[in-house]
């Protein structure tokens, strides 16, 4: 495969689309799209997001403590794009992108109520990184939607739908099909050279 290099710089797919929401000191609830999101630890349950320094959201983070990470659908890629691109200094993103709140379980900051899979998570510590601050946050509690469910409890991801943002083209994108079910596919190989 022949390959041209790009130096240094933030292209790299998929990255998850999720929507940041926080609480300021003033109660009043702010939305952030970011696609620097991730599970990083299993023990302790463990999720990072990384903020500019100037963002509300940091802000509201360092003062509650408290963070929601919830992943977008792809039939909200319009209005993530919008919370992403506007700050709630200034607007209040929530009301104008016709979104909706439901209580959390365990914090004080509430999930975005349109995410069928909402993170909850209490700081940890940060990790300065220039502008911007590594934050990471103990998971406290996971919402899955229901309808995601079958009747035995197996998850079906299609009712995720989960859109994903390809950075440093600037595009969302759905996901496809399944193409291998992870940590047992790979045996073929493992068991081919044994």
Do not use: F, I, K, T
């Given at each position: 495969m022949q390959k041209r290099t790009l130096g240094p710089c933030v292209t790299f797919f998929p990255q998850p689309t999720t929507i940041i929401s926080s609480v300021a000191d003033d109660g009043q609830v702010n939305l952030m799209t970011a696609s620097w999101a991730g599970i990083v630890s299993k023990t302790p349950p463990t999720m990072a997001v990384s903020l500019n320094v100037g963002r509300k959201t940091y802000e509201n983070i360092l003062q509650s403590g408290e963070f929601v990470v919830n992943m977008v659908p792809a039939c909200l890629a319009v209005e993530a794009d919008y919370c992403g691109i506007r700050s709630g200094r200034n607007e209040n993103k929530l009301e104008r992108a016709g979104l909706s709140l439901e209580p959390a379980a365990e914090i004080g900051?509430?999930?975005?109520?349109?995410?069928?899979?909402?993170?909850?998570?209490?700081?940890?510590?940060?990790?300065?990184?220039?502008d911007y601050r590594l934050l990471l946050g103990e998971i406290v509690e996971i919402h899955a939607a229901d309808s995601a469910f079958s009747a035995s409890g197996e998850i079906d991801p299609r009712a995720f739908?989960?859109?994903?943002y390809l950075g440093g083209i600037r595009q969302y994108w759905n996901l496809g099909e399944k193409c291998a079910d992870a940590y047992k596919d790979g045996l073929q190989i493992a068991d081919k050279n044994s």
């Open positions: 900051v509430p999930l975005l109520a349109e995410s069928p899979l909402n993170v909850e998570c209490r700081l940890l510590r940060e990790v300065e990184l220039g739908d989960p859109l994903v």
